[in-house]
């Protein structure tokens, strides 16, 4: 952060799988600012981190408690911006999307990714859950929208809706 002279103001988390959320809550405390997110369902997962740390041979990281759990309607600041924050439960049962509607550019975490979905056979993933949200939650925002997963390559809701092979 330092090296690349970005001010952070705050860390935004779409779910608290470890490769997602492990060392927030150190890098919150080193830099003096808060975490929002995910959805409160997803504490378990967060009390998890460093269970999930030393099965996925992570670094060591702690729980934490974010400054603010986000629910649906909900809005982020970013910088002078707003997201808008939509729940989108099946990958884990608390995971939200952050959707920026002046870009049409959304955020999905794990949901979605340019050819498929989110694995659901983690502890309280849901798979017919996961459908439901990528359905109702993101692809109802248009297909013009284009999204960053939180692995892989962007793309947008209308290619997906029209060629992701797990959503024919």
Not at 55 to 64: A, D, V
Request: charge should be negative; charged fraction near 20%.
């Amino acid at each position: 952060v330092k090296q690349q002279g970005v001010a952070l103001e705050r860390i935004l988390l779409t779910h608290a799988h470890i490769d997602h959320a492990g060392g927030a809550g150190e890098l919150a405390d080193r830099l003096g600012i808060p975490i929002e997110g995910p959805q409160a369902a997803d504490r378990f997962w967060i009390e998890a981190l460093p269970e999930q740390a030393r099965m996925f041979q992570f670094p060591p990281t702690g729980p934490f408690e974010p400054a603010r759990w986000l629910n649906q309607g909900d809005r982020v600041q970013v910088g002078d911006e707003f997201m808008e924050v939509r729940h989108c439960p099946g990958h884990t049962p608390g995971h939200v999307i952050f959707y920026h509607p002046g870009s049409q550019l959304a955020l999905v975490g794990d949901v979605l990714f340019r050819g498929g979905i989110g694995r659901t056979d983690f502890p309280r993933g849901d798979h017919a859950t996961l459908l439901r949200s990528i359905r109702e939650q993101l692809f109802s925002l248009g297909d013009e929208v284009a999204f960053i997963p939180g692995h892989g390559p962007m793309s947008t809701m209308g290619h997906e809706r029209r060629t992701n092979p797990f959503l024919q």
